[in-house]
């Protein structure tokens, strides 16, 4: 089906209720045209190679002998590899694109240690940020050429291939002589210039310190000894374990013992072993400038999103986001995006948007948004919070506009799904309840500022039991017992079989907003007007104008669960509406005042008529 055809059929099934046969793709974008679309433009669908599809058994083991603990491989563990593979996302890209992704994001590729952690508490790299080689495919995953066919495939049905890329640290490989799992020891306790503490051994005369004006070749020419703080070292099996062979060298590394992800070791400290990367010393940024760029160069991918962004130096950010940016703009890939991770918990853009100001990092995952919408949606937060959200959105670098290209989500991997967090918060809702609540929160992710990011398995009523390895389904047919033993949502179905239902009600009701928002260009790149909130759940409505016409469309949620009667402040050449989704009334009340009804948990979409 052609793009044009596809709207209008998709704008009369949605205006007229008719249910959508979600097996026909609705969208299949212009082939040629992907590179010209904008960042804001995209649909993004996030997964993870492990967990999605199996589409060559022979790679399972990555072809290692041995137990779990040699192989990383056990499908009844959630914390070791399950078989999942890039052939089989291949294999489902029809799948992917009908929900109406137009961009895939995939967890990162590279080749990671098979297995670590503590004795008695191993768990393996299925999620790929335990990067040893950062120039191939994981075999697990499988090789190289795979990945080419599945970007070149990617780009063939017009979407755009994300990848997921770590320059915070590497893989756990150095230790250090003196314990394992090691306090924090910061600069000024142990700085670089003596060995083990302030009454050791000079050492590294005339290094004068990671300070931004120090960051240079020539004073990083003087850090020769990495044992200021430990007594780092490799052990002999894995001394070039690293690649590029520069990453072997503990010289490239903090070494200074575990983050307490506060002050200093934040940037500086381990996460769990993990060899926190030297991101001062300019080899460090030349290297990994080299290393991301080369992928942009072969593969032709369409943009980054950055791991653990926030606990790396603003310094290196401000010389490798212009780097790669060129890198993608002399490949032919004027629109690369560049997305960062600043994790947090907290309804807090001010501090998403000091890593667009100081680090000038093009766009942040927009964590602040994902817990707006779980506060108001699945928790029990007045609307006003969303109001908060966006009236923050100007704090962005470039301002508001810059907002418009923040990707949103509502589930992750890391910190659970959305619909965990409204059976935490509500647990003894009906699951019809449940399953309104996770639409809900769908129609925010797709009708509000920002670049959705779907989570792979929301659409398949995914809800988890918790965060991490308790959000990372199988969508294949899975062995782990704890996940097939999980209620999902919306469906009488289980993960023992596979998840692949373009009819579930989520699947469903995300295509449609899919279609929604690739029908009308106000959801993409309009500005956003919030119209009306309140302290208490209920109505939460905004305009969205069309950036040429200026048309006005307006979408309002109710989060109550009442059914709601109200008047919405319009702007005053709008008179009469049409439904987009839902039932909107045809006219307005009187100037600058329309009047909508919402049944309980959902959603309406008005579009002014073209004013003459
Ligand atoms: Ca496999
Ligand atoms: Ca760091
Ligand atoms: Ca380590």
Redesign the pocket.
């Known amino acids: 089906m052609n793009r044009p055809l596809a709207c209008v059929v998709l704008g009369l099934l949605a205006a007229s209720g008719v249910a959508l046969d979600a097996s026909t793709p609705l969208f299949a974008a212009p082939a040629g045209d992907f590179r010209s679309r904008l960042p804001e433009d995209e649909i993004v669908y996030f997964l993870l190679p492990d967990r999605f599809d199996?589409?060559?058994?022979s790679?399972?083991r990555a072809g290692l002998s041995g137990g779990p603990l040699q192989t990383g491989y056990d499908p009844t563990a959630k914390g070791f590899y399950h078989?999942?593979?890039l052939r089989?996302i291949l294999r489902r890209l029809d799948y992917i694109q009908s929900l109406g992704a137009t961009a895939i994001w995939l967890a990162p590729i590279f080749k990671n240690k098979t297995v670590q952690g503590p004795s008695g508490r191993e768990s393996a790299g299925y999620h790929g940020y335990w990067i040893t080689d950062f120039t191939r495919v994981d075999p697990?995953f499988g090789i190289n050429a795979d990945l080419a066919a599945l970007v070149a495939t990617v780009h063939a049905r017009g979407m755009k291939f994300y990848m997921d890329i770590v320059v915070n640290h590497t893989a756990d490989v150095i230790k250090y002589r003196e314990c394992s799992n090691c306090p924090y020891r910061s600069r000024a306790d142990y700085p670089y210039t003596r060995r083990g503490g302030i009454g050791g051994e000079a050492i590294n005369e005339g290094f004068l310190g990671d300070d931004p004006e120090r960051q240079t070749a020539e004073n990083f020419a003087h850090l020769t000894r990495p044992d200021y703080a430990y007594t780092p070292y490799v052990p002999k099996s894995e001394e070039h374990v690293k690649v590029p062979d520069w990453l072997n060298d503990s010289i490239y590394y903090h070494n200074r013992g575990e983050t307490t992800f506060t002050g200093e070791s934040s940037q500086m400290g381990d996460f769990g072993g993990l060899d926190d990367l030297m991101t001062e010393n300019p080899r460090v940024v030349r290297g990994f400038i080299e290393i991301y760029g080369r992928w942009i160069d072969d593969y032709g991918v369409d943009g980054f999103r950055i791991d653990t962004a926030k606990h790396v130096n603003a310094e290196f950010w401000q010389a490798f986001v212009p780097a790669i940016l060129a890198r993608a703009a002399a490949r032919g890939i004027p629109n690369f995006h560049v997305f960062g991770e600043v994790a947090t918990g907290q309804m807090d853009p001010a501090l998403l948007a000091l890593h667009t100001r100081v680090d000038k990092l093009p766009a942040v995952l927009d964590f602040a948004f994902a817990a707006a919408v779980r506060d108001t949606v699945a928790g029990k937060a007045g609307t006003e919070e969303l109001a908060r959200l966006f009236a923050a959105d100007p704090l962005y670098e470039g301002g508001a506009d810059a907002a418009l290209r923040l990707p949103t989500f509502i589930s992750n991997h890391d910190a659970g799904r959305f619909a965990y967090f409204v059976r935490k918060a509500r647990p003894s809702s009906k699951d019809a309840e449940v399953l309104a609540r996770v639409r809900l929160g769908h129609a925010m992710l797709f009708l509000l500022r920002g670049v959705p990011v779907v989570y792979y398995g929301d659409e398949q009523g995914f809800a988890g039991t918790g965060g991490d390895q308790d959000a990372r389904e199988d969508m294949f047919a899975s062995q782990v017992a704890v996940y097939n033993a999980e209620r999902l949502v919306g469906t009488e179905h289980t993960t023992a079989t596979d998840s692949f239902d373009t009819s579930h009600p989520l699947y469903r009701a995300i295509a449609e907003l899919a279609g929604l928002r690739s029908k009308h260009v106000e959801l993409r790149e309009g500005r956003q007007l919030v119209r009306n909130y309140a302290p208490a759940p209920g109505l939460f409505a905004v305009s969205r104008i069309d950036p040429v016409s200026g048309r006005e469309l307006l979408v309002a949620f109710n989060t109550s669960t009442r059914n709601l009667a109200a008047q919405v402040n319009v702007d005053p050449n709008s008179r009469r509406f049409a439904s987009l989704r839902g039932t909107c009334l045809p006219e307005a009340s009187a100037t600058g005042s329309y009047p909508v009804r919402i049944p309980a948990l959902d959603f309406v979409v008005c579009a002014a008529e073209a004013q003459p």
């Open positions: 199996n589409g060559d058994p790679n399972d078989g999942g593979d089989g697990h």
